[in-house]
């Protein structure tokens, strides 16, 4: 009586590498790197709490430390195997983390590595939850880690390996603990019941491995826990599910029978039992969620793929199947992402009780609520993936012959890409003869069924490429640009998709490709077109270039609104004929000119100074005295 009592998940814990359930692929590397004298200076296991990280750490331990190693079968008799057992080696040190994290606790590590072991081989630092460690304590440990004295070995455990630094895990040779299977943990149960001769049936001990997301330690705790109940009766799934405050099968399965057939007020009666049995309002949502899960694997797999994700029996998944016949999946789905939904609100609400019951009656509102989603996905795809019947023209319309006398005018208008603008006129249909509006008919009807994905830009109405030209240049606001342009440039290509224009100089080239007159142009190209961003070229003269010969009529600009301000800004007209006279200056100085260039030369610079003049007058209302 007077014995202490060991808990099962330490009088069970394992002592040989072959005694560690599951982790095959860390077992064969260990036990190899030890037969093969090639042990690290640095280890680091990682994984999920209660898969034998630990453990494994101590069984490396003995085996290195072991009178007759280093051995993967360590004898567990002599007095290093003995005091790791008991956990009172001198030479084995196990190191919290989360308790001694600061940069002290690291350094009186350091302090101690340079001591030879006492009476092992090797001198051994287990630390645990390594994760919890300061970055500065980090840091303290890395050269050290990295070049530690001679017979020392560091192992580092940690559940949360992505908060470990990189420098760290890159000194340390990493070993990944993955969770155990509900197999392998079902037989070390029934291993140890059969030991502590407790009377469990294997329903039960499946119930626990799957109650313990593969966590070894967490399962022989609760087998641990079942075991107070007592012998005479075997220990059932209903019995771990009353002390868990699980829900039983069949209730859950009542439940779900009276939410699939919209049963509100069976639904809510038999939620009343369940929460006056005292379970908790969000544990009830996760043990439906749970088996609606199940509902939804039962009727998308088949029967053996089904009882070994669920863990079912065949009794409880031939149910269900009945079940399934009656529901779709989408629907299951919907149960599930509704589930979910109220379980977060009901972590967050003073008042779970009245939440609970809204949740259930929710869903068992089933076939209404599925209908509506459905209504609202076909509603959602009509508003976003409709397409709009839109014409566009790519392409000048033929002229139609307009008749002398107008009296009456009526317009058939084309649809916009942009609703708010006022729809433009197709063709302006007037009192025509006969073919004529024949041939206005078969225009529209035509130009109505084409249909181009993409809009293009309204082509202009002028006729060649020097009308476009004379029109950029209307477009210019700023009188001195316009001149230089209408002087020093030449247009080589005007379509809504590419605009070149070349440039006598390079000095002027500058200026309207990176310069100030850039955003100017390209505000008037844009205006041409009635588009943004155009895509446009300024460079000098190329061999090929199909310039065309003629004059440019500028339409008279419309007029800039003036703003009145204390001081006229004067820079830019100032920059544009010092620009121009440097320009010339340049060309007389290449040698050898043509007369003409220098009568043209001196018109542009007249041109220039005029349409200064002229703006200055316009903008102070001033006059030109002689």
């Not at 037969?35 to 331990?61: D, V």
């Not at 319309?397 to 006129?425: C, D, F, G, L, M």
């Amino acid at each position: 009586m007077n014995e202490k009592y060991i808990p099962l998940y330490r009088k069970y814990r394992p002592q040989r590498l072959e005694e560690v359930v599951g982790q095959e692929h860390i077992k064969k590397a260990l036990a190899n790197a030890i037969e093969m004298n090639k042990i690290s200076h640095a280890y680091l296991f990682t994984g999920p709490r209660g898969t034998g990280k630990t453990s494994t750490a101590r069984i490396f331990a003995k085996s290195l430390n072991c009178v007759n190693g280093p051995t993967v079968n360590p004898c567990g008799e002599c007095e290093n195997c003995r005091d790791i057992t008991n956990s009172v080696p001198m030479d084995v040190i196990e190191i919290d983390a989360a308790s001694n994290r600061k940069v002290e606790d690291a350094q009186n590590i350091l302090e101690k590595v340079m001591y030879a072991p006492v009476n092992s081989r090797y001198k051994i630092y287990i630390i645990d939850e390594v994760h919890m460690l300061s970055t500065t304590a980090f840091n303290a440990l890395l050269k050290t880690l990295e070049e530690p004295p001679k017979n020392v070995i560091f192992i580092l455990a940690t559940t949360e390996v992505h908060k470990v630094l990189d420098t760290i895990k890159s000194r340390c040779q990493r070993f990944d603990f993955r969770r155990i299977t509900t197999d392998d943990i079902v037989k070390h149960l029934r291993y140890i019941s059969d030991s502590e001769k407790i009377n469990i049936t294997d329903d039960a001990l499946s119930t626990i491995a799957k109650n313990s997301a593969g966590g070894m330690r967490d399962s022989i705790a609760l087998l641990d826990q079942l075991s107070v109940l007592g012998t005479k009766d075997a220990i059932t799934t209903d019995d771990i599910n009353s002390l868990l405050g699980r829900i039983s099968f069949d209730v859950l399965h009542c439940l779900s029978d009276c939410i699939l057939a919209s049963d509100h007020a069976g639904a809510v009666e038999i939620l009343e039992k369940i929460y006056n049995s005292g379970n908790e309002p969000v544990q009830i949502l996760q043990n439906l969620l749970d088996y609606f899960k199940n509902l939804l694997v039962v009727k998308n797999c088949k029967s053996e793929i089904s009882i070994e994700i669920t863990q079912l029996n065949e009794l409880q998944i031939k149910d269900i199947s009945k079940q399934a016949e009656k529901v779709e999946t989408h629907q299951i789905i919907s149960l599930c992402d509704k589930c979910a939904s109220y379980i977060k609100d009901l972590k967050s609400t003073n008042n779970p009780r009245l939440w609970l019951e809204i949740a259930v009656i929710d869903l068992a509102n089933l076939t209404e609520n599925t209908k509506l989603e459905d209504l609202q996905a076909r509603l959602s795809a009509l508003e976003g993936g409709g397409v709009r019947a839109e014409v566009y023209h790519s392409a000048p319309r033929p002229e139609i012959p307009r008749p002398v006398s107008a009296p009456q005018k009526k317009e058939i208008y084309y649809q916009t890409e942009n609703k708010n603008e006022h729809p433009e006129p197709l063709v302006e249909e007037k009192n025509f003869s006969e073919p004529v509006k024949a041939a206005v008919k078969e225009e529209n009807h035509q130009e109505s069924s084409d249909f181009s994905p993409m809009p293009v830009s309204k082509a202009s109405s002028g006729g060649d490429i020097l009308s476009l030209w004379g029109e950029l240049l209307a477009n210019i606001q700023s009188a001195p640009t316009r001149a230089l342009l209408k002087q020093w440039a030449k247009p080589v290509k005007l379509q809504a998709d590419e605009v070149v224009i070349t440039v006598k100089n390079d000095m002027l080239l500058g200026q309207f490709v990176s310069g100030s007159k850039k955003a100017v142009l390209q505000k008037a190209v844009d205006s041409l077109f009635n588009q943004e961003n155009t895509n446009m070229t300024i460079r000098l003269p190329q061999a090929g270039d199909d310039i065309p010969q003629g004059n440019v009529t500028v339409p008279k600009p419309k007029p800039a609104p003036v703003v009145k301000t204390s001081e006229p800004d004067e820079n830019e007209n100032l920059e544009d004929v010092s620009a121009a006279v440097e320009a010339s200056e340049d060309e007389s100085e290449d040698g050898a000119e043509d007369p003409s260039d220098n009568s043209q030369k001196a018109q542009a610079f007249e041109d220039i100074h005029s349409d200064t003049v002229n703006m200055v007058m316009d903008l102070f209302d001033g006059k030109v005295i002689d």
